[in-house]
């Protein structure tokens, strides 16, 4: 998802121009798709990033996501959200060790986790209210946000388990 809005915003397309062009078949960029439904090859070639990259990033493995945005509001702060994020194994962010959040804190609703044109011009907002999920209440930073080595390791740990 990150990747995705930066890449967005850093160049200035508006959000149903990236969704449709996610996968292969022809979507509906408001409707968006499921996260594991992305064609990595696409998603890879856009973004000139490796493949394995792309596929860390939606995490494409066996494991039990939930369906729902799950997120960390210190992390959405700096623009980030991680994959591990939406595993229902991991409870708390892996790194700054705070219980995960489903609900927004304005109106109390959940918001699927789905890849369309309004995460990608409003990310880190709620899908209801269009409420800031972020720890500040506002966007998070225009600028490119990267991981401390130890706050990548702790990421590693939790997705390895």
């Known amino acids: 998802m990150?990747?995705?809005?930066?890449?967005?915003?850093?160049?200035?397309?508006?959000?149903?121009?990236?969704a449709a062009h996610l996968c292969a078949r022809t979507i509906d960029p408001y409707e968006g798709i499921e996260?594991?439904?992305?064609?990595?090859?696409?998603?890879?070639?856009?973004?000139?990033?490796?493949?394995?990259?792309?596929?860390?990033?939606?995490?494409?493995?066996f494991d039990s996501t939930s369906p729902h945005l799950r997120y960390c509001?210190?992390?959405?702060?700096?623009?980030?959200?991680a994959h591990a994020h939406q595993l229902l194994r991991i409870r708390l962010c892996p790194i700054h060790e705070k219980p995960l959040l489903t609900l927004c804190r304005h109106c109390g609703r959940t918001s699927a986790y789905r890849l369309d044109a309004q995460l990608l011009?409003?990310?880190?907002?709620?899908?209801?209210?269009?409420?800031?999920?972020?720890?500040?209440?506002?966007?998070?930073p225009p600028h490119h946000f990267a991981l401390e080595p130890k706050e990548r390791t702790a990421i590693i740990r939790a997705i390895l388990g």
């Not at 439904?37 to 596929?55: G, N, Y």
């Open 2 to 18: 990150g990747l995705l809005w930066k890449f967005a915003r850093l160049n200035r397309l508006p959000g149903h121009a990236v």
């Open 35 to 61: 996260p594991f439904d992305i064609d990595v090859r696409l998603v890879a070639q856009m973004l000139d990033i490796a493949h394995k990259s792309v596929s860390a990033g939606i995490g494409k493995t």
């Open 73 to 81: 509001p210190r992390c959405l702060n700096q623009g980030y959200h």
């Open 121 to 140: 011009d409003a990310p880190f907002r709620c899908r209801h209210c269009r409420g800031y999920h972020t720890r500040s209440g506002t966007a998070p």
